[in-house]
Nanobody
Framework: VQLVESGGGLVQPGGSLRLSCAASGFTFSRSAMSWYRQAPGKERELVAGITGGGGNRKYADSVKGRFTITTDNAKNTVYLQMNSLKPEDTAVYYC?????????????WGQGTQVTVFS
């Protein structure tokens, strides 16, 4: 299993970024995918999640209306479109895959990508 994030960077408040997570080594279309983030001195938190097949999405209250999670099964990639970014969105963003093997869930993390929102 491999998860490779990209798309992080520096952006001013109000700007946008799109994060990508390219997945391999498992059946992507059947797996739940999520984005988490961790700011310095804080615990890792769920930002957005999407079920296998894309039927259901969930978001942290702090990003609702600003962030959108989507998947492209042809590319085995999950995206996080981030609009109206705020300084408090600054964090390392991680891709997470929940893979079920005979109904037993296994979790895998990407290496993370830094997002910095600054004035």
């Amino acid at each position: 299993v491999q998860l490779v994030e990209s798309g992080g960077g520096l952006v001013q408040p109000g700007g946008s970024l799109r994060l990508s997570c390219a997945a391999s080594g498992f059946t992507f279309s059947r797996s739940a995918m999520s984005w988490y983030r961790q700011a310095p001195g804080k615990e890792r938190e769920l930002v957005a999640g999407i079920t296998g097949g894309g039927g259901n999405r969930k978001y942290a209250d702090s990003v609702k209306g600003r962030f959108t999670i989507t998947t492209d099964n042809a590319k085995n990639t999950v995206y996080l479109q981030m609009n109206s970014l705020k300084p408090e969105d600054t964090a390392v963003y991680y891709c997470y895959a929940e893979i079920r093997v005979e109904l037993v869930p296994y979790g895998y993390w990407g290496q993370g990508t830094q997002v910095t929102v600054f004035s």
